[in-house]
């Protein structure tokens, strides 16, 4: 018991240091983007969330619901700012009639991906070039200390003079092609024709060796307004803290105006694998959530009381069983029964010659030491030296000589030979 306390107290000293030693250890990000609002690494949206909620001055909340559910909810005379951010923010048809009916009550909704999909690029008339986000890129490049790239804020210039902002090139990678004069540019980026993917496109609508395209573009739809944003890594942790360029993102939302705004997660990856998840149900619901956490403190129980050492059970040890003398009425049964009294008599006469060599030291079986051995058997046993001379020559020619007797005879034999032994 000794032992195993002092095992249970090392393994909690090892347990207790290796959380300590976990604990301080430098935290390894994780370059994916998630969006998510609670997510504290690079690509989520903690930090952003955080300083938008403190800095609207009208309010700034967050939502899961689709476009769809919240243009059922929504009502004429309470107009508010949509914002969406996805990586792939691909809209079906009815959410994008639902973005449609809110911006012409006049809501204003921001779209912020580098995909949209088909359903809305149609029915906006523009098109995205999409660009695949790779972080062993975006690591390689800032270890390089190689030149960021510029976005352009070309927007109404009554409201916010020109100014360029300075990104890696990684998370402005993504643009627009406009089919349309419907749009109004907010924001581009200047890149090297060279770059267009578009090859048919560029050589119709470009001939300088520098080129501007669109980041940001707004579409007025209504009452309300689109407005389309193609860098979403920008609205992230890491774009909102990188130098100063989170006056870009204000800048974007300040086309909201003076709406509260609501950032709806709904099309978010995580969330939508959420949503599907049947414990999100259990959580919602207050009895079961409580049923939840007793069931997982019971099994915990369960583990610390069951991993106690338990002393097995004992098992019962019989004594085993003397079956000597049943073996030695079955030899004697059988000896019996084959009429060979003779054998059995050579058989005792050999047991009874080395309980003599044993316990008197006396030799029966030689000849020679007749005189000496019946004399000292004499005084061992208190019985007549004739006694004992007459019984020995008459036993020594059944074994030696072959004689047959009988079983009277036997009986005789063997009963003086073990009267011999009990007065030794």
């Known amino acids: 018991m000794k032992g195993s306390r002092w095992f249970i107290i090392f393994i909690v000293v090892f347990l207790l240091v290796m959380f300590a030693v976990e604990y301080h250890l430098p935290k390894k990000f994780v370059w994916k983007p998630t969006f998510g609002h609670y997510d504290k690494q690079p690509f989520g949206c903690e930090v952003f969330d955080s300083l938008l909620l403190s800095s609207l001055p009208h309010g700034y909340a967050l939502s899961k619901k689709s476009f769809y559910q919240l243009e059922q909810e929504d009502t004429v005379g309470q107009c508010k ?17 639902a973005l449609l009916r809110m911006a012409d009550r006049g809501n204003k909704i921001m779209l912020v991906s580098t995909l949209f999909g088909t359903n809305l690029e149609d029915t906006l008339d523009f098109r995205t070039y999409y660009s695949y986000f790779s972080p062993m890129a975006l690591k ?3 270890a390089s200390l190689l030149a960021k790239d510029s976005i352009c804020w070309v927007g109404d210039s009554t409201v916010y003079s020109r100014r360029t902002f300075y990104f890696y090139p990684q998370f402005c990678s993504s643009y627009f092609w406009m089919d349309s004069l419907r749009s109004e540019v907010l924001a581009q980026r200047v890149i090297d024709s060279n770059e267009f993917r578009y090859e048919t496109e560029a050589d119709s609508l470009v001939t300088d060796s520098l080129s501007c395209i669109p980041v940001a573009m707004s579409y007025l739809h209504g009452k309300g307004e689109i407005i389309l944003v193609s860098t979403p890594l920008l609205f992230t942790n890491y774009g909102m803290l990188d130098g100063g360029n989170g006056a870009y993102l204000f800048r974007l939302l300040s086309h909201m105006g003076d709406l509260p705004v609501l950032r709806t997660e709904g099309y978010m990856k995580e969330t939508v694998q959420v949503q599907k998840s049947p414990f999100r149900y259990f959580l919602s619901q207050p009895p079961l959530r409580w049923a939840l956490y007793l069931t997982m403190i019971a099994i915990l129980l369960f583990m610390i009381f069951t991993a106690k050492r338990r002393q097995r059970v004992i098992p019962v040890i019989r004594e085993p069983a003397n079956r000597s003398l049943e073996f030695t009425e079955l030899i004697g049964t059988l000896y019996f029964q084959k009429k060979d009294h003779d054998d059995l008599v050579r058989k005792k006469f050999t047991y009874f010659a080395e309980e003599l060599r044993r316990e008197i030291q006396v030799d029966i079986e030689e000849v020679a030491d007749d005189e000496r051995s019946f004399h000292r058997i004499a005084r061992k046993t208190g ?7 007459k019984f020995i020559r008459e ?29 030794i």
Do not use: C, F, T, W
Not at 81 to 97: E, F, P, Q, R
Not at 383 to 389: G, H, K, P, Q
């Open 81 to 97: 700012g949509i914002l969406a951010i996805a990586d792939d923010l691909i809209l079906s048809s009815v959410d994008v009639k």
């Open 140 to 142: 390689k490049y800032a």
């Open 383 to 389: 019985m007549e030296v004739e006694e004992i001379a």
């Open 395 to 423: 036993v020594r020619p059944v074994i030696y000589g072959g004689r047959r007797i009988n079983a009277e005879q036997m009986k005789v034999l063997i009963d003086k030979m073990n009267e011999i032994i009990n007065h």
